[in-house]
């Protein structure tokens, strides 16, 4: 396991709240974590609901602090505060990580005093994280206790990251499995214990969590998406399995739970209406103007010419949909119409496909159109079957390339393309859409929000021969980009194929080589939890036959409230229950759940919150 460097620690700020806390002044630093809490909250314009679950958080600071003799750096072991901060999309709980309590656990346990996670790549490096997995030192295998047990190496690394630490995030906690949640908490535990003796038989115990972590903070709202398989979940019926348990028993042990009930991402009241009574238990009728707005976003019911006219200006707009046979749809659009309004050549990349077991029935020609009619990227290694990109693309990638820059689901732009020889050679000007015959070498994009050089530096003129100078303006050193390579399937596939007549099926492996990106704005549902959906969101809404009312009452919330306002909402196919979804209210078995754990904490914790705030 590799040791972060310092880039790699002072990226747990981001820019804006990097400068504020360089630039804080000393006084309020010598005051306390009251104040200097109270200093980033109106640096960061945080409304008084969001500033309320901050202020709990800081006079608990505020009081160990005055404990322990008011010490330049707390003590980085010892329960503080455990806290979880729930609400729906839009209401700022990443703004509140990132701005306010990143930078004041900086503040008051240095650079390395915090660690944050997700359990997905995307909303870890929302906040500048970690991946659940990632912080707890796993590569895969199973959650079972005993796989969970750290070699030296790996407690070597863990304590390298943990030990330090005097908080710690976890954003999106209800997407993640209970099992998971545990493994972090157990592996945490691993990484403190020689440091601050601590015994690893007490850590599921409410002071011992995540090693005696002082401050844990964890964020996400229960009405998402939950995890694959949903009965995984931290609100899913109990299993047998200890661990899933053992995950759940530690998630319920709260000091602390806020529910956040602003929507600041929205611009549109009638979306705001819409999804608060989406929220309300046992459900809520829509007025009549309310329903007709969301009507009004359906683009099946128009005219062809009414169509056309809709959908100008849309090229850049995001597609989305529940099942992937209409996500591989989008893709091929969505990349089209980017190439087009860039003016910039579409290049087709076809995947290198060897069958490892052919049947020697059926021909290769047969077997390749088969396979390429599996839409679903996660049954085919997450790798697509026909790559489409073009310079100044916006993409995603697929796979994790480069850890942690470039990992799965990381976004950028195309810069540039190194294409093999052979296609090189056969380039003809101006071509709106070109089919290479080769793998290109490279794809280089810029990542977003990546500083780390992965590239040889470019000097300018004036240092063509002595090479790039730091001080220069012209010379470009490419912070964030990276050549990304063709890459293989770890493991075989299955596919399912028959005979030309469909009279008898095999079943073959294939081992898939492609360029592992796609065009960032066409994704499914899960994909697309957490973004806010600028400029815009087309969105199918043909759900799986297999999809259960729960889930479908799920993802209509999730795609509501991912536009900012109905005018920035195209709907197709909006189902004929639709209005009977949204009046319903959240599922019940979700709703119970939460009550039972935390109906009068979260009561309790809103008078405190009232109080903190006086």
């Known amino acids: 396991e590799e040791e972060p460097g310092v880039a790699t620690e002072l990226s747990l700020l981001d820019s804006e709240a990097s400068v504020w806390l360089q630039e804080m002044p000393e006084d309020v630093l010598r005051s306390g974590p009251v104040v200097v809490a109270k200093h980033f909250i109106d640096l960061a314009t945080l409304n008084a609901d969001q500033m309320a679950p901050v202020a709990l958080i800081a006079q608990a600071l505020q009081n160990a602090w005055e404990q322990q003799g008011k010490p330049r750096f707390l003590k980085s072991v010892g329960a503080i505060v455990r806290i979880l901060i729930v609400g729906g999309g839009g209401c700022g709980q990443s703004r509140i990580i990132n701005l306010v309590l990143t930078p004041l656990f900086v503040a008051f346990w240095d650079k390395r005093g915090c660690v944050k996670m997700a359990p997905s790549n995307k909303p870890a490096r929302g906040i500048c994280g970690k991946t659940l997995h990632a912080a707890s030192k796993m590569r895969g295998g199973t959650l079972k206790m005993m796989d969970l047990r750290a070699s030296r190496a790996v407690q070597t690394a863990l304590a390298y990251l943990w030990a330090p630490c005097g908080a710690t995030i976890i954003d999106e906690v209800p997407q993640g499995a209970a099992a998971l949640y545990h493994a972090a908490s157990l592996r945490s535990t691993y990484g403190r214990a020689s440091a601050y003796d601590l015994q690893v038989a007490d850590y ?98 128009l005219s062809a010419t009414e169509r056309r006219a809709r959908l100008q200006g849309t090229e850049l707009w995001y597609q989305a949909a529940p099942t992937w046979a209409t996500v591989s749809m989008a893709q091929t659009l969505r990349s089209r119409l980017s190439a087009q ?117 470019i000097p300018c003129p004036n240092h063509a021969h002595e090479g790039a100078k730091r001080g220069c303006p012209n010379c470009d050193f490419r912070p964030g980009c990276i050549a990304i390579t063709p890459q293989r399937t770890h493991h075989a596939f299955p596919v399912e194929v028959t005979d030309g007549v469909g009279e008898q099926t095999y079943k073959v492996r294939v081992s898939r080589r492609q360029t592992p990106m796609t065009i960032r704005t066409a994704s499914t549902l899960h994909t697309l939890q957490g973004t806010t959906t600028d400029p815009g969101l087309i969105f199918h809404w043909k759900f799986a036959r297999f999809m259960s009312a729960e889930m479908r009452w799920l993802a209509t919330y999730v795609a509501l409230s991912r536009p900012r306002s109905l005018s920035k909402l195209i709907s197709v196919g909006m189902p004929k229950d639709m209005r009977d979804i949204i009046e319903g209210g959240p599922p019940e078995r979700i709703l119970s759940k939460f009550n039972e754990m935390f109906n009068d904490k979260e009561t309790n914790t809103h008078l405190l919150a009232e109080q903190a705030m006086q």
Not at 208 to 228: H, K, N
Not at 362 to 388: F, K, S, W, Y
Not at 435 to 446: F, G, K, T
């Open 341 to 457: 309004q860039t003016g910039a050549t579409l290049f087709l990349i076809p995947a290198e496909d060897h069958v490892l077991d052919r049947p020697y029935a059926l021909t290769l020609e047969t077997i390749a159109e088969q396979i390429l009619r599996v839409p679903n990227m996660n049954n085919t290694g997450r790798l697509p079957g026909i790559a489409m990109v073009h310079v100044g693309m916006e993409i995603r990638l697929t796979v994790t390339v480069e850890q942690p820059d470039a990992a799965v689901d990381s976004t950028g732009v195309v810069i540039g393309l190194d294409l093999h020889p052979d296609d090189r050679s056969t380039a003809t000007e101006h071509a709106s859409v070109r089919i290479l015959r080769n793998m290109p070498e490279a794809i280089i994009v810029r990542l977003h929000d990546v500083k780390t050089e992965f590239l040889p530096p």
């Open 204 to 301: 599921a115990e409410q002071s011992q969590s995540f090693g005696a972590m002082p401050i844990v903070v964890e964020c996400g709202d229960e009405l998402q998406l939950p995890p694959v398989p949903a009965s995984a979940g931290l609100f899913a019926d109990p299993t047998a399995a200890t661990e899933h348990m053992a995950g759940v028993q530690i998630f319920k042990q709260k000091d602390f739970v806020y529910r956040l009930r602003t929507m600041k991402r929205f611009t549109d009241e009638t979306l705001i209406a819409i999804l608060t009574k989406m929220r309300q238990d046992g459900g809520c009728k829509l007025t009549s103007e309310e329903w007709r707005a969301l009507q009004n976003t359906e683009l099946t019911t």
